[in-house]
């Protein structure tokens, strides 16, 4: 009898469902603070196993008693986490695109904001999650909009001073803090840049997230990328590094 023999259309169906809720799981899961602790979880679970195996009898009564609850404590501990994760189930993920062009919107809210001498801090999300920096902010999930990145930093209201998180087509955070990075201070321009630049780079140190910077003193835009920061581009070079991270 082979390993197949048997293996009806619904065995394909049942596999295909388990498939797709643990695919489901892992994508709200990740880039959230709940991911970590999903981490250390499976790593104790490997130890009760192992545990288990061994016929370790202390270590795998002390995991029998303790299992119920940590779960209870789980639960409780990441409740917003979890209901947050179950709402985006239902209402489903946003498609990139869906909206227009986000790189039109960014450039055309990033160059009239430097025609206007506001000072503007936008990340562009890509493979490393922002979610960490932008719960100092506020969590927003709107369509990305030149109306609506001019709004947030020309206003005087509680986002202004904060970075923007954008991903794909959606405006996720406004107000998040950026880690500020050091090495400006041993390359000695730190007196010229000030802390959005500082900010931008810090990110783009720790990430692989496109951010840029619109200084209010100059009127001018910066990127930051990969650890290197490019001070006061041309347009069009602002357009071809959102390009770059949004595809053709």
């Known amino acids: 009898m082979t390993p197949l ?10 596999v295909l469902i388990l498939t797709a809720l643990i695919y489901q799981g892992y994508a709200l899961l990740i880039g959230s603070r709940a991911w970590n602790v999903f981490r250390g979880l499976a790593a104790l679970a490997a130890l009760w196993f192992l545990a288990t195996l061994l ?5 795998s009564a002390m995991f029998d008693r303790l299992a119920p609850v940590a ?22 993920r946003r498609k990139p695109g869906a909206t227009g062009d986000p ?29 960490e920096y932008g719960r100092a902010g506020t ?7 030149a109306a609506l990145l001019q709004t947030l930093f020309a206003s005087r209201g509680p986002l202004h001073d904060g970075a923007v998180i954008v991903k794909d087509d959606v405006v996720t955070h406004a107000g ?6 050091d090495r400006d201070r041993e390359e ?15 990110l783009s140190e720790i990430s692989d997230a496109l951010v840029l910077v619109v200084s209010e003193e100059r009127g001018t835009v910066s990127v930051a990328r990969d650890g290197v920061l490019r001070v006061d581009i041309a347009p069009a070079a602002v357009l071809a590094a959102l390009r770059e991270v949004y595809g053709p």
Do not use: W
């Open 71 to 92: 779960f209870l404590a789980v639960v409780v501990v990441f409740q917003p986490e979890l209901r947050s994760a179950l709402e985006r189930f239902g209402r489903g």
């Open 55 to 59: 016929g370790l009898d202390a270590t």
């Open 103 to 131: 790189v039109q919107e960014v450039m055309t809210a990033v160059r009239e904001l430097a025609q206007q001498r506001v000072g503007a801090l936008v990340a562009i999300e890509q493979s490393t999650p922002l979610r």
């Open 139 to 145: 969590e927003l999930g709107t369509p990305v909009t």
């Open 188 to 202: 000695g321009f730190s007196v010229k840049l000030g802390t959005r630049h500082r900010a931008a780079l810090g």
């Open 176 to 181: 998040a803090i950026f880690p500020l990075s």
């Open 5 to 14: 023999e048997g293996f009806g259309p619904l065995d394909v169906l049942d």
